[in-house]
């Protein structure tokens, strides 16, 4: 079908408008862009009170731009992003530029939802799923079958066979979920699911007990995740970092499901999630060289390196499980 792009305007004499396209473009690189973008929306929009704006705020599209020329701000996303930390860069890449001074430049986290925050009178009538098959599962946890061997708490060790990283190319996850515990003891656990805000939402604080009943796994490389969640239980604080939208009210529902926990979006993705958990992980991470691949620009590889040497790594001396490999055959 291709993609789709979805557009809300409030326009400087405070009307509100949106228009739905084929293809478009949401990532606005100067005042040029942007005003083009003011012309074709006010030329081919719908304005909001027709009766129409709710049905294009519904019907399917995949990026978004939304903006306020009121209150001067941008919000934009885009489909099928390289990964978290690099939506951080390029939204300070963008804020940054001299055609988006005095400007509020962010990436749209909430989706399609940031989109009707900005313009009022356009709130989407529909709202995302909030079970499906993985999410009745409590603990979606990857296969072990034909790598892992056992786990030891006693010696803290978790022992696999072939490689450090065997799991990550015989049964590669789609999130990490790691456990910090009260002895300040790190627990990471590799998911089928990337969906892990609505997981956390529909499960709640009973993972705290759910999770540590499962043998742990070995932290996964950055290119095999796309999303993960960092369980810190001593400080009662749950992190999460995805690709995914995570709208206003999904956040409220999992701050709900975890009463008395501090619930925030994780910022700088996996390298976030490392230095949260008290590692640096340089054996984990991409090189520069595979974050071009993934089409990440020179100046966002800088930006990435220069987040990478100013992380804070979590200062409590966090002990994760030492990974062991064996031969075929042996038991630990």
């Known amino acids: 079908m291709g993609c789709w ?23 606005l690189t100067d005042a040029t862009d942007r005003m083009r973008l003011v012309e074709s929306v006010l030329r081919g929009g719908t304005r909001v009170g027709d009766g129409r704006a709710r049905v294009l705020l519904d019907g399917p599209f995949c990026c978004g731009a ?23 860069c390029h939204a300070r890449r963008r804020a940054s530029a001299s055609d988006w001074d005095g400007w509020d430049v962010e990436y749209a986290w909430g989706g399609r939802d940031d989109l009707a925050d900005m313009v009022a009178g356009a709130e989407p009538a529909a709202t995302e799923a909030e079970t499906g098959p993985d999410l009745c599962d409590a603990v979606p946890l990857t296969s072990r079958e034909g790598w892992f061997v056992g786990w030891d708490p006693g010696a803290w060790r978790i022992s696999v066979l072939h490689s450090e990283i065997i799991a ?25 699911l990337r969906e892990v805000v609505p997981w956390l939402a529909r499960h709640g604080e009973s993972l705290t007990g759910t999770l540590p009943a499962h043998a ?3 932290m ?25 939208p995570v709208p206003s009210r999904l956040t409220a529902r999992t701050a709900a499901a975890w009463p008395g926990w501090r619930v925030e979006r994780l910022p700088l993705g996996f390298v976030g999630h490392l230095a949260a958990t ?24 800088a930006m990435r390196n220069t987040d990478r040497r100013a992380l804070r790594i979590d200062p409590r001396n966090l002990r994760t499980p030492r990974v062991e490999v064996v031969e075929e055959g042996r038991e630990s």
């Open 220 to 244: 996964p490389m950055e290119e095999t995740v796309n999303a993960g969640v960092v369980v810190d239980v001593p400080a009662r604080r749950l992190r999460y970092w995805t690709t995914e």
């Open 216 to 218: 742990p796994y070995p």
């Open 168 to 192: 990550d190319f015989l049964a590669p996850a789609e999130a990490v979920v790691s456990l910090i515990r009260a002895d300040h003891t790190v627990l990471d656990h590799q998911l089928t």
């Open 66 to 88: 939304a903006l306020d020329l009121v209150a001067h701000r941008y919000r934009y996303y885009g489909c099928d992003p390289p990964d978290a930390h690099y939506l951080d």
């Open 278 to 301: 008290g590692r640096t992980g340089a054996d984990l991470l991409l090189t520069d060289s595979e974050l071009r691949d993934r089409r990440w620009d020179e100046d966002l590889v």
């Open 5 to 27: 792009t979805a557009y809300a305007l409030r326009a400087e004499d405070g009307t509100s408008w949106i228009m739905r396209e084929k293809w478009g473009r949401w990532d």
